[in-house]
């Protein structure tokens, strides 16, 4: 089992602030993990996501775990991070922040004629920077689940 101690960005109120939070994995091999699980504390209160083998799923599970007014701030829940429609690697998601798709045609039409710098938009989930904004379907498209289902 393997613990990391993360520093993650949430929404308390309207307000963002950073709290430690733990990320717990089964390691199997290099690149096999399973039982991939968030633990965090708010108020001496105890948040727990189910365990997942997907980071992605375990960051949402965190979140529905969490009360209406935390929200985790990250690239997974930003209207700029976008996935692949192509397929990601696990914990990938990609910053299209100077992009405006307008629907799942124009994100295939940017990962299909991307250039070398590409790279450069590869994000792990729970990155953030400045220009966060939370995802809105009906002002941007946005290539991603992180509020569906």
């Known amino acids: 089992m393997k613990v990391e101690t993360l520093k993650v960005n949430y929404i308390i109120d309207e307000k963002l602030s950073v709290k430690p939070t733990k990320m717990i994995v089964e390691q199997l091999d290099q690149d096999e993990k399973q039982n991939i699980h968030f633990e965090v504390h708010f108020n001496n209160r105890h948040f727990q996501s189910k365990p997942s083998d997907s980071t992605e799923y375990a960051i949402k599970y965190l979140q529905r775990k969490l009360p209406d007014n935390i929200n985790i701030a990250c690239c997974q829940s930003c209207g700029h991070g976008n996935f692949n429609p192509f397929g ?52 941007k498209y946005t290539y991603n689940d992180w509020d569906l289902d």
């Open 88 to 139: 990601d690697m696990e914990n990938e998601v990609f910053c299209l922040k100077d992009k405006t798709p307008s629907n799942k045609a124009d994100v295939v039409e940017i990962f299909s004629n991307q250039d070398k710098t590409f790279k450069t938009r590869s994000r792990k989930l729970l990155d953030f920077c400045k220009d966060y904004q939370t995802i809105s379907h009906n002002e």
